[in-house]
C-alpha cells in the first residue's frame, strides 16, 4: 500500500465522468453511463432500507415470543422488506445499472436507442420508490408482498392504497427500460455484430426485457382492479360481494412468477461473461445457452399455478403447472452444466468476480433444485407457506441475483470508475457472503419442512434453535454486505488505475478506456469474430 | 427436551410416510445431479488454476450429445417423480364414501371445528384413529390456511367457497395445527392442537363433550325458527322447491342448466336465492345473507343431507 493516489488520470479526464461537473449535467444527462450511475446510487439506498427490515425481522425471531417488534410491527417490516427488495432492489437491479451501462458498449454503440426515454425512465423509478417507501413507513401496510384478496381490499389497515400506486408507477419504468433495450439490441449493434456474435448478458438482458415488457401491465391491470374494490367496493375479488378471491392470485402470480426470472435472468448473463472472462474461455454451448434465456422467459410465463397447489384451484390444473415447472429448470439447469464446462480446461484466476460467479452457481443450483421439490404438488402442499419456500426463494433471489449483482460490480467496477478496488478484501466479501448466506438461510429449509409457517411473528418454542442459528448467520451476512461498501469507495481515491482491460477479457466494453468516454468509442467497432475469443491454450508441456 | 431441537416432524398418515419418502428419494436424485457439479468447480479451480501447468490442449467449446444428455437426462428423471407425486396428490382429492365428516369454519383468528353429531370445539380438532376423516371448510372472512404438519396436508380456506381435505390418521398423539395464509394481526397464534385419539378415547370424548342435538338436528330447528319451513315445509303450498331428497340430486335450473345440489348450491342458493333459480319457480324466495351465520349455514345444509334419501357423492 505504497503507491500514492494518482488524482486523475489522462482517460478519466476525457470519460464520462468528467463530460460535466453540475448537479444539472448529472440530473438532466441522457447518457446511458450517467443513467446508469443514477440507478447505482438508489437501488443501492433501497437495497440497504429493505435490508434494514430483514434485519429487524431476524432479531425478533431470535426469541419465540417475538421481543423487538409488536404483531403489527413485524407484519409491516416483513412488508416493507418484500415490497422494496422485489420492485425497487431485484427487479430493476443488474438490468437498470449494468444492463444500461454495458448494452451499447457491448454491441458497440453509443447509446441506448431512446437516451430520453431511458432519463425518464430513472425519474419515475425514483418518484416510485420515495412514494412508496413513505407510504410504508408513515401509513405502514401489513399484507405481505402479495396482497391476497380480500384481506388487502377489505380488511386491511393502513396506506394500502397508496403503496400500490407507488408499484403501479414503478412499473412503467420498467416497461420503458425493457422497450428500450429490445429495440436498442435490435436496431444499434456495430457492423459484424450478429446475433450469433452477441454476448449472453445482451442476450438474457433480451429475453428480460420481452418479461418486463409483457408481464408487466398484467400487473398494473390487477393493482387497479385491487384498487377499486377497496375504493368503491366494486365486487372483483371478495366473495361477499360477488368476486372471486382466487383470480387475484391467478393474476398476481401470471405477473410476479415471470418477474422471478426478471431477476435470475440478468444474473445469469453476468455470471456467463464472469466465467468466459475468468476461465479465459469460450463459452461452452454458446447456442444452447443464448436459447435457454429465452425459453426461460418462454415457459416462465405458463408456470403461475404452482404457487397455488393449496389455494383451491381444480387438482388438474395443479399437476399441469407440476409439470411444467418442471420443464422451465431444464434450461435453467443447461446454463449451469455449460458455465460448469466452460471451466474445464480454462485459466482460472481466482478473482473476485470468478467467485462471486461461483458462489451464485453454488447457491442457485441449489435453490433450482429446491425449486424443483416445490413443484411436486405432493411435497408442496406439505411445504406451501412455510420456511422452506422463504428459504428456496432468498436461494434463488439473495444468493443467485444478489450475488450476481455483486459479481457485476466486482467484474466491472474498473471499467465504470476506472480504478481497481483490493482484490484480497473482494475475495474475503466473496467468502463471507458464501458462508453468511448458507448459514442465514439453510436452517429455513429445515424449519419449512418442521412445519414453521411464514410470516409467523410468534412461533413455538421447539424451532428457536434454528432461528438462532438463522439471525446470527444473517449478521454475518450484514457485515459481508457493508463491507464492499467500504472498499469500493475507497478505490475511487486511492485505488490504482485500472488500465482498459484489467482481466485480459474479450468483449468490446474491453476495448475502449476505463472509465470509456463520453461516447464510447472514437471509432465505431467492426466485429469480425464471436463472442469469448480468447487465445487457444499453449499445448501441454508433454505434447 | 426432545424437542428442543427435533430434526424430523412426527408421522402420524400413512400419506405423510410416503411424502417423507418422496422428500426424501427426490433429495438423492438432486444431490446425484448436483454433486458433479459442486466438485467440478473445485476440481477445476485447483487444477486449471492460472499460471498452474496443466493439460489444457484440445479444449471444447461445444458438443451436441453431451449437450442433449445432460437436457433430457435428468429431465427424464424428475419425471418419474411427477407421477408418483402426482398420483400422490390425487390420491389426497378422493375421500372414501365412509369419512366421517367435520365442518369448520375459520374466521380471524381462531378455527371452529364441527363434529356430526354436533360437538363443537375451538382451536382443537379430535378424531378418532384408523378412520377416514373428511374436512369440510370455509372462512367468515379473509383466506385462512388449514396446516397439519403431522400429516403433510394443508388446505386454503376460502370465504363464500367450500374447500375439503381428507387423511386417515393412524398414530394416536398430539400434533400442532396452524393457519398457514397470512390472515392479519394474529395471524401467528391462529392455531392449536390436532388429537388423534383411538376409537374407543374418541367416542368417550364425543360423549363427555357433550351437545345440543346433532347438527342435522339443530338445523332443523333453525329451518324452523327462519321461517324456510313456510314454504318449503312438507305441508306448504307450491310456492318453492320440496327439499327432501335434494341433496346430491340434479337440480333443473330455469334456462335450462342442470346442477347437482351439493353443499355449494345448497349454501349459495340460502345466501343469494336469485342466483341460480330451480325451474318453474318464481325467484320470491328473500336472502338470507348477513342473518346466518356460516356455522349457521352449516347446520342447515346438514338437516337438507339428512333429509336427502340416499347418501350421495356430492362434487365439489
Redesign the interface.
Known amino acids: 500500500m505504497t503507491a500514492v493516489p494518482v488524482l486523475q488520470t489522462p482517460e478519466e479526464r476525457a470519460s464520462y465522468i468528467n463530460a460535466g461537473h453540475s448537479l444539472r449535467s448529472w440530473f438532466l444527462t441522457t447518457d446511458h453511463k450517467r443513467i446508469a450511475i443514477l440507478y447505482l446510487v438508489s437501488i443501492t439506498f433501497f437495497f440497504f432500507v429493505a435490508a434494514s427490515a430483514a434485519a429487524l425481522i431476524r432479531l425478533d425471531l431470535l426469541t419465540p415470543q417475538g421481543d423487538i417488534l409488536t404483531n403489527e410491527g413485524y407484519n409491516r417490516a416483513f412488508t416493507l422488506h418484500g415490497v422494496m427488495m422485489v420492485w425497487f432492489f431485484l427487479i430493476p437491479s443488474i438490468p437498470a445499472t449494468f444492463g444500461n451501462f454495458l448494452i451499447p458498449l457491448m454491441i458497440g454503440a453509443r447509446d441506448v436507442a431512446f437516451p430520453r426515454l431511458n432519463l425518464l425512465s430513472w425519474y419515475i423509478y425514483l418518484i416510485g420508490g420515495f412514494f412508496t417507501l413513505f407510504a410504508l413507513l408513515i401509513g405502514g401496510v401489513d399484507t405481505g408482498w402479495t396482497f391476497y384478496t380480500p384481506y388487502s381490499t377489505m380488511f386491511a389497515t393502513g396506506a394500502v392504497l397508496w403503496v400500490i400506486a407507488g408499484i403501479t408507477i414503478v412499473g412503467f419504468s420498467s416497461i420503458l427500460t425493457g422497450l428500450n433495450f429490445i429495440v436498442t439490441i435490435h436496431k444499434l449493434r456495430a457492423p459484424g455484430m450478429t446475433w450469433g456474435r452477441l454476448p449472453i448478458f445482451c442476450w438474457s438482458h433480451y429475453a428480460t426485457s420481452l418479461i418486463l415488457v409483457l408481464a408487466t401491465p398484467v400487473l398494473a391491470i390487477t393493482l387497479i382492479l385491487l384498487a377499486a374494490e377497496r375504493l368503491f367496493r366494486l365486487g372483483i375479488f371478495d366473495p361477499s360481494i360477488g368476486g372471486d378471491p382466487l383470480l387475484f392470485q391467478h393474476l398476481f402470480w401470471f405477473y410476479s412468477h415471470p418477474a422471478v426470472y426478471i431477476m435470475i435472468l440478468p444474473a445469469m448473463g453476468v455470471v456467463t461473461e464472469l466465467v468466459t472472462a475468468g476461465a479465459h474461455r469460450r463459452i461452452f454451448g454458446y447456442w444452447f445457452v443464448a436459447c435457454a434465456s429465452i425459453a426461460i422467459a418462454a415457459i416462465g410465463f405458463l408456470v403461475w399455478g404452482h404457487h397455488m397447489f393449496v389455494s383451491g384451484q381444480s387438482m388438474y390444473a395443479s399437476a399441469v403447472f407440476s409439470f411444467l415447472s418442471l420443464a422451465v429448470a431444464v434450461p435453467s439447469a443447461v446454463k449451469v452444466y455449460n458455465w460448469t464446462a466452460t471451466l474445464y480446461k480454462g485459466e482460472l484466476a481466482l478473482d473476485p468476480p470468478l467467485l462471486f460467479a461461483m458462489a451464485f452457481i453454488g447457491l442457485f443450483t441449489f435453490g433450482g433444485l429446491s425449486g424443483l421439490m416445490l413443484a411436486l404438488v405432493a411435497i408442496d402442499v406439505h411445504v406451501h407457506d412455510t420456511y422452506f419456500v422463504v428459504a428456496h426463494f432468498h436461494y434463488i433471489m439473495v444468493g443467485g441475483a444478489v450475488s450476481g449483482f455483486l459479481g457485476a460490480v466486482h467484474f466491472w467496477w474498473p471499467k465504470i470508475t476506472g480504478r481497481m478496488y483490493s482484490l484480497t478484501w473482494g475475495r474475503i466479501s466473496a467468502g463471507l457472503i458464501f458462508f453468511g448466506f448458507n448459514l442465514t438461510f439453510f436452517p429455513q429449509y429445515l424449519l419449512g419442512y418442521l412445519g414453521m409457517p411464514r410470516r409467523y411473528h410468534v412461533y413455538p418454542p421447539q424451532f428457536q434453535t434454528l432461528n438462532v442459528l438463522s439471525s446470527a448467520g444473517a449478521s454475518i451476512l450484514a457485515v459481508a454486505y457493508l463491507l464492499p461498501l467500504v472498499y469500493l469507495v475507497y478505490s475511487l481515491r486511492n485505488g490504482a488505475p485500472a488500465g482498459p482491460n484489467p482481466w485480459g477479457a474479450s468483449g468490446l466494453e474491453w476495448k475502449t478506456a476505463s472509465p470509456p468516454p463520453k461516447h464510447n468509442f472514437d471509432v465505431i467497432p467492426v466485429v469480425d469474430g464471436p463472442a469469448y475469443e480468447y487465445p487457444q491454450p499453449a499445448a501441454a508441456p508433454h505434447g | 427436551m426432545m424437542?428442543?431441537?427435533?430434526?424430523?416432524?412426527p408421522e402420524a398418515s400413512e400419506h405423510a410416510v410416503?411424502?417423507d419418502q418422496?422428500?426424501l428419494a427426490?433429495?438423492a436424485l438432486?444431490f446425484a445431479?448436483?454433486w458433479?457439479?459442486?466438485i467440478?468447480?473445485a476440481v477445476?479451480?485447483i487444477r486449471?488454476?492460472?499460471?498452474r501447468?496443466?493439460?489444457?490442449?484440445?479444449?471444447?467449446?461445444?458438443?451436441i450429445w453431451?449437450?442433449t444428455g445432460?437436457?433430457i437426462i435428468?429431465?427424464l428423471l424428475?419425471?418419474a417423480?411427477?407421477v408418483?407425486?402426482?398420483w400422490?396428490?390425487?390420491q389426497?382429492?378422493q375421500p372414501p364414501a365412509s369419512a366421517l365428516t367435520v365442518e369448520v369454519v375459520a374466521k380471524?383468528w381462531m378455527w371452529k371445528f364441527e363434529h356430526p353429531g354436533g360437538q363443537r370445539e375451538i382451536d382443537e380438532l379430535h378424531v378418532p384413529a384408523g378412520q377416514p376423516v373428511k374436512l369440510v371448510m370455509t372462512s367468515q372472512?379473509?383466506?385462512h390456511?388449514l396446516?397439519l404438519?403431522a400429516l403433510?396436508?394443508?388446505?386454503?380456506v376460502?370465504?363464500?367457497?367450500y374447500?375439503s381435505l381428507w387423511f386417515k390418521a393412524l398414530v394416536p398423539g398430539t400434533y400442532?395445527l396452524?393457519?398457514?395464509?397470512?390472515?392479519?394481526?394474529?395471524?401467528?397464534?391462529m392455531g392449536g392442537r390436532f388429537v388423534v385419539m383411538r376409537p374407543e378415547d374418541y367416542a368417550r370424548w364425543l360423549q363427555q363433550a357433550g351437545t345440543d342435538g346433532s347438527l342435522a338436528q339443530q338445523g332443523f330447528q333453525l329451518f324452523r325458527k327462519l321461517g324456510c319451513s313456510g314454504c318449503h315445509g312438507a305441508d306448504s303450498t307450491h310456492r318453492a322447491p320440496k327439499l327432501e331428497g335434494i341433496y346430491g340430486a340434479p337440480v333443473p335450473l330455469d334456462g335450462g342448466r342442470v346442477v347437482v345440489a351439493d353443499d355449494q348450491y345448497l349454501r349459495d342458493s340460502i345466501l343469494y336465492p336469485a342466483k341460480d333459480v330451480a325451474a318453474g319457480y318464481a325467484p320470491i324466495m328473500p336472502t338470507f345473507a348477513g342473518q346466518v351465520s356460516e356455522s349457521d349455514l352449516v347446520r342447515l345444509v346438514a338437516y337438507l343431507k339428512s333429509i336427502g334419501g340416499q347418501p350421495q357423492e356430492a362434487s365439489r
Do not use: M
Open positions: 424437542n428442543f431441537f427435533r430434526v424430523w416432524p410416503r411424502v418422496l422428500f427426490f433429495s438432486i445431479l448436483s458433479p457439479v459442486f467440478l468447480l477445476f479451480a486449471y488454476r492460472r499460471g501447468n496443466a493439460d489444457r490442449s484440445h479444449a471444447p467449446s461445444h458438443g453431451v449437450e445432460w437436457t435428468p429431465f424428475t419425471l417423480f411427477f408418483y407425486s402426482s400422490l396428490y390425487f389426497t382429492g380471524q372472512d379473509v383466506i390456511s396446516f404438519p403433510r396436508l394443508k388446505q386454503d376460502l370465504p363464500g367457497r374447500t400442532a396452524r393457519c398457514t395464509q397470512f390472515c392479519g394481526f394474529d395471524h401467528a397464534v
